[in-house]
């Protein structure tokens, strides 16, 4: 086995991969989380979607600066070593492997078989899902560590098949909305005018942050990408701004099928409701197989960056201990060992994220107490947290950018990853304390979720010092 990555997408693919892995599933899942979140005030939706948007944006603009001058195995991990330094991108390198990659994975097989299930009938909570959930996590894995020119192009297939209903239902939707002045009452009525305006706001651009998110995880191809410095940002620029503006036409779209209080009461099936009343039943139930099959699209990216996760900690450091993820299988280009263990690492957050979420769906207490937590979002906006010091430092050291690239664009990705922050920390730390000190009760996910968090980064410092010591003690 050898440990080189051979160069075989193209830019078309590399902007379907942004796309691809960003929309299919997230605007689907959350779009009714959104409205019930603001309490149906539309309005009030839209501008979370336009500022999560702007968070995206901003940061993708600062990595494709950075990507124009840094390639090597994994797009994110490279920057953070050539800007901040190598024990830092061991840090988030391990943190992408064990924590981000694997929890975003897990999330997508279970809303791949939550929507199967919706079509068949069957309860998003119950066995039928989990089972599915856990046959399409390992199908995934296998058509991107036993075809992975197959997963390539299965990528941009799906990218072009999810567009279809979302494209629709921002066209049809919008002008049934205005001719039966559907989409006018929607935007003139708020269901719930008791909520809290500001914990509304915030609450919803956190849930747009995983509907946004897989961005970066393109970066993990860029070794894989033909001419990766000029493509790498062209794809990143072109596919953020073609996702925000898709989800917020198709965000409108969508109020213009049926009504913002029974989109919040339809909950699970809330867009498949939205279908059918736009297009029929028969045709929104065609066009629902479609979001189906752009979910598992969405899977399959994510599984894309999951496989490698492990293969670039251990390219990207000395440490013995690791070296076992480093071989690439000849006949399929892939990282056979690292993706293996990412498999075992996805499945046990998929059971984590059914016992902490979703048996709490049907009113049953989670498995794991106070520690139960939503994966499908708390690590993304650990991510934010971590590029802070990677934008800083490329402020301080990639002079040569210009005042522009180098100094505004990272200062702006500052500011709106650290809002991200801000936002999580009131979102899931003080509104659900507020109000569960209301009731008596104590209740801080974040801070459960932190604690975690401590752990695996600490597991993860061990095994990097360790290792540094073994390599010193050699020398």
């Not at 008596?440 to 410092?461: N, S």
């Amino acid at each position: 086995m050898s440990n080189k990555l051979h160069k075989r997408y193209g830019l078309p693919t590399a902007i379907c991969m942004v796309v691809g892995i960003v929309i299919g599933s997230g605007v689907f899942f959350k779009a009714e989380k959104i409205l019930t979140e603001t309490g149906g005030n539309l309005p009030l939706g839209i501008l979370a979607w336009v500022i999560g948007g702007l968070v995206m944006i901003s940061c993708a603009l600062a990595f494709s600066f950075l990507a124009t001058k840094h390639e090597k195995v994994n797009g994110l991990v490279d920057y953070a070593e050539a800007v901040v330094g190598k024990r830092y991108a061991f840090m988030i390198g391990w943190f992408m492997a064990i924590f981000y990659y694997p929890t975003l994975t897990s999330v997508l097989a279970w809303i791949s078989a939550r929507y199967i299930c919706v079509l068949m009938g069957w309860s998003i909570a119950g066995g039928q899902c989990l089972a599915l959930a856990g046959f399409l996590l390992c199908a995934s894995f296998a058509m991107n560590t036993l075809a992975p020119v197959l997963s390539g192009k299965f990528q941009v297939s799906t990218t072009i098949i999810k567009m279809i209903p979302l494209l629709l239902m921002a066209v049809v939707g919008t002008i049934k909305g205005l001719s039966d002045g559907m989409l006018v009452q929607n935007f003139t009525t708020v269901v719930r005018d008791d909520i809290n305006t500001m914990g509304a706001l915030f609450k919803a651009v956190v849930a747009t942050c995983f509907a946004y998110e897989g961005w970066i995880i393109a970066t993990t191809i860029n070794a894989e990408l033909k001419d990766a410095k000029r493509n790498l940002p062209r794809a990143l620029v072109a596919g953020t701004i073609t996702v925000v503006l898709t989800y917020i036409v198709y965000y409108i779209g969508l109020a213009g099928g049926i009504t913002n209080e029974e989109m919040m009461a339809g909950g699970e099936a809330g867009a498949k409701m939205a279908f059918s009343a736009v297009f029929s039943n028969f045709a929104g139930t065609l066009l629902f197989v479609f979001v189906v099959i752009s979910c598992i699209g969405t899977l399959n990216g994510l599984m894309l960056g999951n496989v490698r996760g492990l293969y670039s900690c251990a390219m990207h450091s000395d440490i013995p201990s690791l070296r076992f993820f480093r071989p690439v299988d000849p006949e399929s280009n892939m990282p056979a060992n690292s993706g293996i263990f990412s498999l075992l690492i996805a499945s046990a957050w998929l059971l984590y994220f059914y016992g902490a979420v979703i048996t709490t769906i049907e009113g049953h207490a989670p498995w794991f107490g106070k520690f139960s937590f939503d994966s499908s979002e708390l690590p993304i906006v650990t991510t934010y947290a971590m590029y802070i010091p990677i934008f800083i430092s490329m402020i301080r050291k990639e002079k040569d950018l210009g005042l522009l690239k180098g100094k505004i664009v990272p200062a702006l990705a500052i500011v709106t990853s650290a809002f991200m922050v801000i936002a999580a920390i009131f979102a899931h730390g003080v509104y659900p304390y507020m109000e569960a000190k209301a009731e008596g009760r104590f209740e801080m996910p974040v801070l459960f979720y932190l604690i975690i968090y401590a752990v695996i980064m600490g597991i993860g410092a061990a095994i990097l010092f360790s290792g540094e010591k073994k390599v010193r003690t050699k020398k």
